[in-house]
């Protein structure tokens, strides 16, 4: 195996102050730092001071950054730059940090003269090496005359310097759709750093782009594999620092950020096969969910044709089961309740933990009674705990006995954990990275009260359906967070929501509007769209089969259930439906939200 | 004058549900709305139940929006098209309303052929007339064939049907630089309907442009007084509609948001010349700014050179004066102070007023007591309350004979007036159609817990600035709401700062790394910035001069003082310098924040 490369993070990917940004750095487990200069700036700590709170915080300096518009401009200009260069040195002294990096030129100033930018970069360079430190030149992709790694690179060779090397950053090179492959000609002591970001596909241009939507590796859809195994290939031998702009994490709490941040890089290591984590076992399904509901509020499953089979040996908490469909019910819970489990069942739950933890996933202390099942338990990013099952957890259920009438349900179809606005991209990352489950695309939709982003992560029969408001919602948006489900999988859901609705379940009424337009949108066969109306079961279809849901009332402030049925190879969650789940919720619950006046 | 349009709104610019938005809509004093969809979708109520509630509220129901897709297909699609417009009108009968909105398909299947289209249209058109409904056809930005409205306007012409007009949509049309000019040649009488929305420049495509951040008239960057001009020269008879997608007011507080949309109609009227309003009277300074402190830290004037003048008749009240700097001190106020009041000086408060209750801004009742002025006072979109003064506003204040020492502060600079998230657009376009003041374009800062935009809102000597967090600030980002702040103008900076600093004034501190920074950055005379460090004052340069300023501590949770000095033709506030005070406020206010962990 490869030796395995430091870990450093930019501080301007973190919110708060300098002093938050390296305590949240080094409490992750990076190695080092990328000094991002205004962090620098508005800190009340000398260099010095800082260059010792690094020191006691294990972190080392890495890079000091960024220096702008420094190449190929006028001689006076020049010297100006070399005075100003001058007094950044001293800072990094002090810093006791060697490397700044230079990005290429994007003033009305700069000359497209490659000759004058060796030159000029030359003596720069030559600077940096009386005080011992050295230059690492960027291509921004956005840069006036240079915008791309193999001119920067050109510019650099020509000025041949030993204290000049390039800086290789993985969004201005990836974001142009400039190939990486010939990053592996450059010589690896001449790559001076590396910085890693990846981003969604975006259609705006690159310099917003890259200033509010970049994503730690994992997160976006840049091949970061790829591009850091030709810098590898290529001799690289410095660390895999990230530098993401991203509106949501410059605000965002920088600690969790800060976790999150180098979980991906030790996902991106393990895919490059510089690092061996515990592979992650085989989940061959949802063991159970965990529902915390208002008190009374569990017996809602009862209708659905569920059987109340077993009472916890030590814990307050009821099993629920219908077929292989398993909820544990706790209603002594919080005062908004919502899924506080999911239960995976894993070909090899140590092995599940081992992994989770090497990725840097809080693993629960769990307090065991006699008797009781060794559940690995992981705290997802939302708080979610996730419990890694083998067969043997029923066992700390006593049996009462019931047996389920069943109405035609035969198991956990998913588990939908609407997220907090700050994680929804960490999430992805957690579970595809911790658990091995692929993430889908995102999708976006219209809710009455705000636009909502919705992905999957699944594998074979675990699905998890993640959701999150493209705004965060403040005092009018009503369901902040919003309510959670879990969803049952049936055979037959006209049949099970007749036999519910017989039963008294509390299911949800869908307006006539909403089948008046899939009669539009659809031509169902007439009967089919009668059946639906009359049972307010929801339609959906995608080239891959048809799409059968219903839904309960909600069952405490934050959890209900949901009833599918899938036909053919139908691959989604009804998100289209999700609108109009969302207004009926709304219209069971109360006539109006409170309303502020402008004040 | 020509007749003055009616206005209308679609409901797909509002937050919450249909009955929310309509309520918001009626209640704002819209004349009609266009129905979105997918708001009747999921409502409860039945298309009869909406039309009678709009009769109830006296709105009409002016537009039935979008039908998709239809145009340019082959034989057997034309056929379902034709079976799902049947339905649509059947809803649509129900409601009461006769008019569609068809836009230009999207479809892979529609074929490029306007002769197709037209035929299909004109059966389209054909069978809306024996229901007694016309067709308004709208070409999308992104249409697959039809993407500009002369296109659209020749496939109608050649279609030639009594019932099919064409709609249009200032986004679709100035989003791709289409010169709406030839607009007047269309007769009126086609226009079916009219569209309105203003947009920010943004450099993305014109799809997600569309779909997030549209804005109301007068907003954003789009000429809609001409844009306009031409759709009523050409004779259009029609609402004044707003269409306006946009994320943040999708979740916000409907009832404001529709006040603020019904403005930006009232005032791009008045721009037509179809609607007269009041004058915006001359405003010649800031009469006065209102604080609210902390018990006590009012004081905090007393070591600035101001002195305690005069005492409120009837509230518990104070009048700090020097030169013409003047600030009424309420420190009984909430536990979180703020800017409480800008008080603008009007050469006729009496007809400010006016304009301000026809621009349908809050006018507030006022008690009046024996002796006191009839200050006018509006509430703006944040709850800022802006009086209009004349000159015997202080026969309010009783004297106190004291009279000030004087730190060569002779007046108000600016007022900083930081927006609740929501508010920020709604801001700009208050101040500007209510007191004529001109925003400058946004600017984005980098502060340490986000990004910031800002902008002022300016004419001669008022000046106010408006600053909003980017995103929504959650648990961790400090701060929320931020504090505010008074400005005041002076002729000494560094004299002043000294002055106040021996008096006692609890003056910021500027870190080192600022004044490092800043040598290295603009190499100013050596006397020069160690006169400027010594004092903790900040520097920034334009074009047109220079800015010396320096900050107070927070007196009171939200709300300090600021002291400027401009230097020949300086146009700005020293937003660059902005962040710098926001890490140095937070330094001095506690050592760190509450650190929530991830879950």
Redesign the interface.
């Known amino acids: 195996m490869p030796p395995e490369p430091r870990t450093a993070i930019a501080t ?1 990917c973190l ?3 300098l ?2 940004k390296l305590a949240a750095a080094a409490a992750a487990g990076f190695d080092g730092v990328e000094l991002f ?11 010095a001071e800082i260059r010792r709170r690094c020191v006691g915080l294990g972190l080392s300096i890495d890079l000091y950054q960024p220096f702008r518009d420094f190449e190929a401009v006028p001689p006076e200009r020049h010297t ?1 730059n070399l ?2 260069a001058a ?2 040195f ?2 990094m002294a002090e810093l006791g940090t060697d490397t700044v990096l230079v990005c290429s030129s994007v003033s009305p100033e700069a000359i497209d003269d490659d000759e004058l930018a060796a030159e000029q970069l030359h003596a720069l360079a030559e600077l940096a090496a009386t005080r011992g430190m050295r230059i690492a030149y960027e291509a921004l992709a956005w840069g006036r005359h240079v915008s791309g790694y193999e001119h920067a690179w050109r510019i650099v060779r020509r000025a041949a310097h030993p204290a000049l090397g390039v800086c290789l950053d993985s969004f201005h090179i990836l974001s142009k759709g400039h190939d990486p492959a010939p990053i592996r000609a450059i010589p690896g002591e001449k790559i001076f750093f590396l910085q890693l970001a990846d981003a969604p596909t ?4 690159v ?2 782009w890259s200033r ?1 939507h970049r994503l730690f590796p994992g997160q976006g859809d840049f091949d970061l594999t790829a591009f850091t195994g030709h810098v590898l290939a290529a001799g690289y031998r410095g660390p895999l620092s990230l530098e993401v702009f991203n ?2 994490f ?7 950020a800060a ?1 999150d941040a180098l979980r991906s890089l030790l996902a991106l290591k393990e895919s490059l096969g510089v690092l061996e984590l515990p592979a992650a076992p085989a989940l061959t399904g949802h063991a159970f969910a965990e529902v915390v509901t208002d008190p009374g509020a569990g017996s809602v499953l009862a209708p659905l044709g569920f059987a109340r089979t077993g009472v916890h040996r030590t814990k307050p908490v009821e099993l629920w089961e219908q077929g292989d469909a398993r909820v544990v019910v706790n209603e002594g819970g919080a005062a908004h309740g919502a899924v506080g489990a999911v239960a995976l069942a894993s070909t090899d739950p140590a092995r599940s933990a081992r992994r989770a933890e090497a990725l840097l996933a ?1 693993v629960l202390p769990r307090v065991r009674g006699p008797r009781e099942a060794d559940l690995a338990s992981v ?1 997802a ?1 939302d ?1 979610t705990q996730v419990f890694l099952c083998g067969d043997d957890w029923r066992d700390d259920f006593t049996p009462t006995g019931e047996t389920a009438a069943g109405a035609g349900i035969f198991g956990i179809d998913h588990v939908a954990l609407t997220q907090p ?3 929804f991209e960490e999430a992805a990352l957690f579970y595809r990275s911790v658990f091995g489950l692929t993430p889908s695309p995102v999708a976006e939709f ?1 809710a ?4 909502v982003r919705s992905r999957s992560v699944a594998a074979g029969e675990v699905r998890l359906t993640l959701d999150a ?9 009503p369901a902040v967070p919003e309510p959670q489900h879990v969803a049952f999988a049936c055979t037959d859901a006209l049949a099970a929501a007749a036999a519910m609705r017989a039963a008294g379940a509390p299911l949800l ?1 869908i ?4 089948y ?2 899939l ?3 659809l ?1 169902l066969p007439p009967g089919r769209l009668d059946a639906l109306q009359e049972r307010s079961v929801l339609y959906d279809r995608d080239a891959h089969g048809e799409f059968l849901h219903f839904y309960t009332a909600l069952a405490g402030a934050r959890v209900f259930f949901e009833v599918v049925q899938r036909i053919g190879g139908y691959r989604g969650f009804g998100v289209a439906n999700a ?2 789940r ?3 919720h ?2 069971r619950r109360h006539a ?1 939200p409170p ?5």
Chains 1, 2 share one sequence.
């Open positions: 301007v919110s708060g102050t002093e938050d200069e205004n962090d620098l700036v508005v800190s009340p700590s000398s260099p100006a005075r100003r007094r950044k001293d800072v975006l259609p705006m241009d310099l917003p509010h509106d949501v410059r605000q965002a709490d920088p600690r969790p976790v809080p705290e990013p708080g606005f700050d994680h219209a009455p009260f705000g636009l408001a493209v705004v965060r919602r403040g005092e009018w948006a009424d307006p006539g509007n909403y008046a337009d009669d539009a949108r031509d609108p109009v969302m207004a009926a709304r219209a109006a309303v502020k006046t402008p004040a």
